[in-house]
């Protein structure tokens, strides 16, 4: 039945166009106008988005002179906006060093946080290690204990106050 629809709709709209040519294509081209338009507009915010998000960043480092054994890593988040964060997520790998797969890994969003970072400020915290990677064995996680490697934040998603 959906099939006959198609026939039916595409059959309609040749008939338009070999019919009314000069009307038909004059719709068309609005329809594609306002289409792109509006597609446009969207892709335009989708990029100021993601360049407000970009200036967010994150560091982190295993630090037990300023944490506890519990809550090894010490994490900043930076906002280096002109708009205040209202929550952050993000994720956390530590990997050997020259090596990219990583021993301890939290996910693609692991840790969050509802710590409120005006524009130009920052804030720090002390967390706990990410879970073990999904496929390391304990024998290279026993190996290379976490000050041994190098922590790395990644993929931080912002979200920022409404004006």
């Known amino acids: 039945m959906e099939a006959l629809a198609w026939v039916v709709g595409i059959g309609g709209a040749l008939y338009l166009l070999f019919r009314f040519p000069r009307p038909s294509l004059i719709f068309v081209g609005v329809v594609v106008a306002i289409g792109a338009a509006v597609g446009g507009f969207f892709y335009v915010q989708e990029q100021l988005a993601k360049q407000k998000a970009a200036k ?11 944490c506890s054994p519990e809550f090894p890593l010490f994490i900043g988040i930076v906002n280096s906006s002109d708009d205040t964060v209202e929550k952050v997520s993000f994720g956390i790998e530590g990997h050997r060093e020259g090596y990219s797969d990583p021993l301890y890994d939290s996910g693609y969003l692991g840790y969050s946080s509802d710590r409120i970072i005006a524009g130009g400020e920052g804030w720090a915290n002390c967390w706990t290690l990410p879970r073990q990677a999904y496929g390391v064995s304990e024998q290279r ?3 290379n204990p976490p000050e041994t490697l190098v922590w790395t934040v990644k993929n931080i998603r912002p979200t920022f106050r409404d004006r």
């Open 56 to 66: 967010v960043e994150g560091t982190v480092a295993y630090d037990l002179e300023r």
């Open 141 to 143: 996680v026993s190996l």
